[in-house]
């Protein structure tokens, strides 16, 4: 039925295309092909805050930054109590500047009051550590403003942590 001549043409054609992966021009000016992937930047949000939570806006904003933290250990009144916190901008920014405000139910180290990043860009976390030492037992709130400086105007939005402070042993 079919040639010997037609049936080897039809080899030589058809090989190529069973390489066609291995070959530098395969799939070069096909439309379908498909693109290689970009391989991801970083670990994303998710992962660069693991363990930690949410923290509360103290009042509705448009301020395109969020907040989570994490607290070392459970607190205890006299005891130094270490808390990560994480900035997370929602675009990017010229700056961000994160600062705890100091409270009677807690005092907190001068230095570590405030942290400044510059610039920020949304596919990061910004970590900064705080120590606090709780002064009374209960449900108390560490307040945390973080300042977000892009298009030539600064916005602020306050955080308030709820904190349960166990009393001393």
Request: hydrophobic content about 45%; overall charge neutral; glycine content about 8%.
């Amino acid at each position: 039925m079919f040639k010997p001549r037609v049936l080897a043409l039809c080899l030589v054609c058809a090989a190529p295309a069973c390489h066609g992966g291995s070959h530098p021009s395969a799939g070069a000016g096909i439309s379908g092909a498909p693109k290689p992937h970009a391989a991801p930047a970083g670990p994303t949000i998710a992962a660069q805050t693991v363990g930690m939570v949410e923290a509360p806006g103290s009042h509705k904003s448009t301020v395109q930054v969020s907040l989570k933290f994490a607290l070392a250990r459970a607190p205890v009144v006299g005891t130094p109590l270490s808390i990560d916190l994480a900035v997370i901008p929602r675009i990017s920014a010229d700056a961000a500047t994160l600062s705890v405000s100091p409270s009677p139910a807690f005092s907190v180290a001068g230095a570590e009051r405030t942290a400044t990043w510059a610039p920020v860009d949304p596919t990061k976390a910004y970590h900064h550590q705080v120590t606090v030492t709780p002064a009374t037992p209960g449900v108390e709130e560490l307040d945390v403003a973080v300042s977000l400086r892009h298009d030539g105007i600064t916005e602020t939005r306050g955080f308030s942590l709820p904190v349960i402070v166990g009393a001393a042993q």
